[in-house]
């Protein structure tokens, strides 16, 4: 982490993962854990507990996000939330383009491209995923691929707007799997996220760009993970649903 030039970052990634009661006493047990922290502090939960959540959160120094958002202010969309739907909802972060989505709902660069966008313009932080897959690692293809996927998720988005993005390097192969990428690999991930956006904004502006890693962070490797010097924190899944596991990784970004 470099904190001199950018803000360092835990999220949490709820998923699909508790009720509103559940979330309420999650957060009501995280706050005091995490009260101290000396990096931002998020929780992005399902739509169903984000009332709950935010209303947990309140007075505390945990900011509610959610897990999606869609491009288009209103219509036909079964199932999709609007921006303008959060924003009176209470949310100031979220989560686009997760592999999750891209794999089993059909997202695509596009379609994380537009959602971008429609946060970006209601006033949101974007934390936009990318990630390669165990067959195009093995192929060579990850810096190829982090580079395009992040000037995709980017594209049309202006200097200024880019103040409001977190990229998360989540590679697909250690999401929900155990496996979790070395910290020499999630530094390197990082840094080709961080060389995309450099290519388009310039290296002075690409190190001011928080670049998250995700995939598996824990209590146990958050220490090594975040000693590196391109990762500027965490989108942790698994581990945030436990508040003490939760804590020791916030505490690790604190430091």
């Not at 009260?35 to 998020?42: G, H, L, R």
């Not at 972060?93 to 596009?110: K, L, N, P």
């Not at 961080?194 to 220490?223: L, P, W």
Request: hydrophobic share 45%; aromatic share 6%; net charge negative.
């Amino acid at each position: 982490m470099k904190k001199d030039l950018r803000r360092a970052v835990i999220a949490g990634n709820w998923k699909m993962n508790k009720t509103p009661s559940e979330a309420k006493a999650l957060i009501e047990e995280m706050k005091p854990l995490v009260a101290d922290a000396k990096c931002d502090v998020v929780l992005c939960v399902p739509f169903i507990d984000i009332p709950a959540a935010v209303e947990a959160a309140k007075g505390s120094n945990i900011k509610i996000g959610a897990e999606n958002i869609h491009f288009k202010a209103s219509g036909a969309y079964t199932g999709e939330v609007s921006a303008d739907m959060l924003k009176e909802a209470g949310v100031e972060y979220v989560v686009i383009g997760h592999s999750e989505r891209r794999q089993y709902f059909g997202e695509t660069d596009q379609t994380v491209n537009l959602r971008t966008l429609a946060a970006l313009n209601a006033g949101f932080k974007a934390i936009v995923c990318v990630g390669e897959t165990l067959e195009q690692r093995e192929l060579g293809y990850t810096e190829t691929l982090l580079k395009y996927q992040t000037k995709m998720a980017l594209t049309n988005v202006t200097a200024e707007q880019l103040k409001n993005v977190i990229i998360a390097y989540e590679p697909v192969w250690a999401i929900g799997t155990g496996v979790t990428a070395t910290a020499d690999q999630a530094d390197e991930g990082n840094g080709f996220v961080r060389a995309a956006i450099a290519e388009s904004y310039g290296a002075d502006v690409a190190e001011t760009v928080t670049v998250q890693y995700g995939g598996s962070m824990n209590a146990k490797n958050a220490d090594e993970l975040l000693s590196k010097v391109n990762v500027d924190g965490g989108l942790i899944g698994g581990a945030s649903l436990k508040a003490e596991d939760f804590a020791i990784i916030v505490k690790a970004a604190s430091k």
